[in-house]
Structure formats: structure tokens, C-alpha cells
């Protein structure tokens, strides 16, 4: 199957590296656009993306198990 383990992955949803931060898993030119906003709620942009079936079903997996979560709670699942 693909994308099993780190080291033959062969979809990424980012391309930078994520980083281990006290706070939870980071990519830093992301944490620099919008550290700005600090804990106010940052604009919604309207990206084009074009995203696979395949990809949208994961991204949907993904909202479903953790998107009622708060920040802090997915810090504390983050650390476990």
C-alpha cells in the first residue's frame, strides 16, 4: 500500500518539513505567515486546489475524527 511508512511515502499534503514544537507538530514558513493573527481567528482565503478523490476522502476521514476537537485538545492528543 502506498504511503505506509515515512520512508516511501509518495503523496504529500505538504511539501515543507513538519517540525516537533512544545505546542504540537509545526511547518515553520506556515507558523511565519500567520503568526500574525496570534489567537484571532485568521481570514479564510479561497485557494484552488485540486485535490484527488482519493486525497479528499482522507481530508474528510481526518475532519470527521478530529474537527470538533479544540486547539487545546488536539495539543494534548498530539503529545500522546
Do not use: R
Not at 520512508?7 to 499534503?13: A, I, M, N, R, T
Not at 484552488?48 to 482522507?58: P, V
Not at 474528510?60 to 495539543?75: I, K, M, P, R
Request: net charge negative; glycine share 4%; charged share 20%.
Amino acid at each position: 500500500m502506498l504511503n505506509e511508512n515515512a520512508e516511501e511515502l509518495q503523496y504529500h499534503l505538504f511539501n515543507e518539513p513538519i517540525e516537533a514544537w512544545v505546542h504540537g507538530p509545526v511547518i515553520p514558513d506556515l507558523y511565519q505567515k500567520y503568526t500574525e493573527y496570534g489567537w484571532t481567528d485568521i481570514p479564510k482565503d479561497n485557494p484552488s486546489f485540486n485535490f484527488s478523490s482519493d486525497e479528499l476522502d482522507i481530508l474528510n476521514q481526518v475532519w470527521d475524527a478530529y474537527g470538533f476537537f479544540s486547539a487545546n485538545e488536539l495539543e494534548n492528543i498530539s503529545h500522546q
